[in-house]
T-cell receptor
Framework: AQTVTQSQPEMSVQEAETVTLSCTYD???????LFWYKQPPSRQMILVIR??????QNATENRFSVNFQKAAKSFSLKISDSQLGDAAMYFC????????????FGAGTTVTVRA | EAQVTQNPRYLITVTGKKLTVTCSQN?????MSWYRQDPGLGLRQIYY???????DKGDVPEGYKVSRKEKRNFPLILESPSPNQTSLYFC???????????FGQGTRLTVV
């Protein structure tokens, strides 16, 4: 079974600054998908960014980018130019191409943005 | 609008009183799942369904039941709720092989 570890329960960032959330995972598969989800106080699960393991290029979505290190099994999320609306819980998730009915989630990181 | 709809959004119940949380999707997705979210544990899969009449246990199935009689609906049944089932519950759906899952709005369940 795949395990996903987020070692930072909470992170705080000043508005307009950059924050990086860490995520590591354990798998024996060579092909898989990784995701970062945002959960604001409304509880809605919002997909922020996805990465296919076979792609070496790091995914980017506007102010959100990832640093995908396949050999190290690391998948960090960088939020640049942080905004008040970025305050939320962020979850890292893994999906196997074989067991594609399931997402394996980390414990989550709560991001606070200081004005 | 493409969506996954859960009801109710909030529920307070007493130990042992059977309840059902409904989930419906309008995207013709084959896959549907239930997850529970607990502090420090993230989201964990309870049950999943790969199509009509095809369901199987996830990682934490004890105390829960599901059914998939229609493709769009996937209700979660707690026949005898206990306080340790107090949690935030999410329904999710996706196409087979898709890279994105769609989540419902969540159901906050409290069992007293």
């Amino acid at each position: 079974a795949q395990t996903v570890t987020q070692s930072q329960p909470e992170m705080s960032v000043q508005e307009a600054e950059t924050v990086t959330l860490s995520c590591t995972y354990d798998t024996s598969e060579s092909d898989y998908y990784l995701f970062w989800y945002k959960q604001p106080p409304s509880r809605q699960m919002i997909l922020v960014i996805r990465q296919e393991a076979y792609k070496q290029q790091n995914a980017t979505e506007n102010r959100f980018s990832v640093n995908f290190q396949k050999a190290a099994k690391s998948f960090s999320l960088k939020i640049s130019d942080s905004q008040l609306g970025d305050a939320a819980m962020y979850f890292c998730a893994y999906r196997s191409p074989i067991n594609d009915y399931k997402l394996s989630f980390g414990a989550g990181t709560t991001v606070t943005v200081r004005a | 609008e493409a969506q996954v709809t859960q009801n109710p959004r909030y529920l307070i119940t007493v130990t042992g009183k059977k309840l059902t949380v409904t989930c419906s999707q309008n995207m013709n997705h084959e896959y549907m799942s239930w997850y529970r979210q607990d502090p420090g544990l993230g989201l964990r899969q309870i049950y999943y369904s790969m199509n009509v009449e095809v369901t199987d246990k996830g990682d934490v199935p004890e105390g829960y039941k599901v059914s998939r009689k229609e493709k769009r609906n996937f209700p979660l049944i707690l026949e005898s709720p206990s306080p340790n089932q107090t949690s935030l519950y999410f329904c999710a759906s996706s196409f087979r092989g898709a890279t994105e899952a769609f989540f419902g709005q969540g159901t906050r369940l409290t069992v007293v």
